[in-house]
């Protein structure tokens, strides 16, 4: 069987989701893939420094800035993570060198940013095949080639330098046509660079059930679950820890007398839960905790109010929600492209501080202006999973023998 190793780590969600994603996807279909999962800061931890001295990876102090709302000085953090990657570049290098010689592999996916100069040199250098190519799997024949190289961008756009896209990738999956033009300006070969309808979601985002609510349906669950049937909805979602502004979104449109009523997902965040259960609001307004059905109450909501990160906005737009997002100098770096992509494509309104969600908010739910956000929601079409699988595929069957290729050393 053929061996494909996807690379993530749990720096934010986004990409442990899409490495889950494509994997249980590829393992599921008529011809399967047998998928290992490599945690990346698993693999590392024998180099991480911040580690030795504290006890915390690198990916849990990335998650602190984002929980705790530390993120104006992110742009200076990256610098600095950057230059020391680089000073230990060839460690790295070496590390992942002997992973894949312990572990040899028909395909790499790589779905994390920062690394993916480290990842092509262990490959290139080091052939990590798995199969010997004549259909045996026995992974202890040497590969007569080494493996495709693939790195899928799970943010809108790259945030160069050094960060997505490098002149060391082999192929690269966009989800938007900026990346692609990325990925292209920086010299990378057409043939070599593939774009999707979006980025890659949950295979649950793409289950038609999860949309098939009828009118009445959607109407009896609101009622379920003790809200108005015919309110205006937002669901409002920052990541699985939430984030503290949730309680000055829903003080602000209280006060404002928005008529609405708001959907409020708080993920492991027990404080913020409690907190928020216990404000007193003039319109109904459900609180949950970490849930695993995020899908089935986007489908009950009319708009998404949220971070502009890039599986937030991209499961929205699967419902076909307009989207109120926020961008300043506290976003995140590789997410102000997103908010510009949302006022780009018309999908929603972009606010410089959530301090300003009760005027968006009222504008949002204007019949005209939401009747025109609908309308340009309503074509969006992300068939990014199923398009990654047959890209994969075509990757693969490149690097074979008697195959054509100009990408794949032999």
Not at 279 to 284: E, I, S, V
């Amino acid at each position: 069987m053929r061996k494909l190793t996807i690379v993530f780590h749990n720096a934010g969600g986004g990409h442990r989701n899409a490495a889950e994603a494509v994997g249980s996807t590829l393992t599921a279909q008529e011809h399967p893939w047998d998928v290992t999962l490599l945690d990346f800061q698993v693999l590392l931890d024998s180099l991480d420094l911040l580690r030795r001295l504290t006890g915390i990876r690198i990916q849990e102090t990335y998650n602190q800035i984002l929980r705790r709302g530390w993120t104006r000085f992110t742009p200076q953090l990256l610098r600095i993570l950057q230059a020391t990657i680089f000073v230990y570049h060839r460690p790295i290098v070496n590390l992942l060198a002997g992973y894949w010689a312990e572990h040899p592999t028909d395909l790499v996916v790589s779905v994390i940013p920062h690394f993916n100069r480290e990842l092509a040199e262990s490959i290139a250098g080091r052939g990590a095949g798995g199969s010997n190519r004549n259909g045996s799997g026995n992974s202890r024949v040497p590969a007569m080639c080494k493996p495709p190289f693939v790195t899928l961008i799970t943010d809108l756009a790259d945030y160069p330098p050094r960060f997505w896209i490098e002149r060391e990738s082999e192929y690269i999956i966009a989800g938007t046509e900026k990346a692609r033009q990325q990925a292209l300006a920086m010299g990378h070969p057409a043939d070599h660079v593939f774009l999707t309808s979006g980025m890659v979601l949950k295979p649950k985002f793409y289950d038609e059930k999860s949309f098939a609510l009828t009118g009445v349906e959607r109407v009896a669950e609101r009622e379920r679950l003790g809200l108005e049937r015919d309110c205006p909805t937002g669901i409002v979602l920052f990541g699985g820890h939430g984030s503290s502004v949730m309680v000055d979104i829903v003080k602000r449109l209280d006060q404002s007398g928005a008529d609405v009523q708001l959907v409020l997902i708080c993920g492991h965040n027990q404080k913020l839960e409690a907190d928020l259960r216990a404000l007193p609001t003039r319109k109904p307004k459900l609180v949950l905790g970490f849930t695993t059905n995020v899908e089935h109450y986007m489908a009950l909501a009319d708009f998404f109010i949220g971070k502009p990160g890039p599986g937030s906005i991209s499961e929205a737009m699967q419902f076909h929600l307009p989207v109120i997002v926020e961008c300043n100098s506290k976003t995140l770096p590789q997410e102000r492209y997103n908010a510009e992509w949302v006022k780009e494509k018309g999908f929603g309104i972009v606010v410089p501080s959530f301090r300003e969600i009760a005027p968006a908010v009222k504008r949002m739910i204007d019949p005209a202006t939401f009747a025109e956000f609908r309308r340009k929601t309503g074509v969006y079409s992300n068939r990014a999973l199923a398009e990654v699988s047959e890209i994969l595929e075509k990757c693969y069957a490149v690097a074979q023998p008697g195959a054509v290729a100009d990408s794949v050393t032999c």
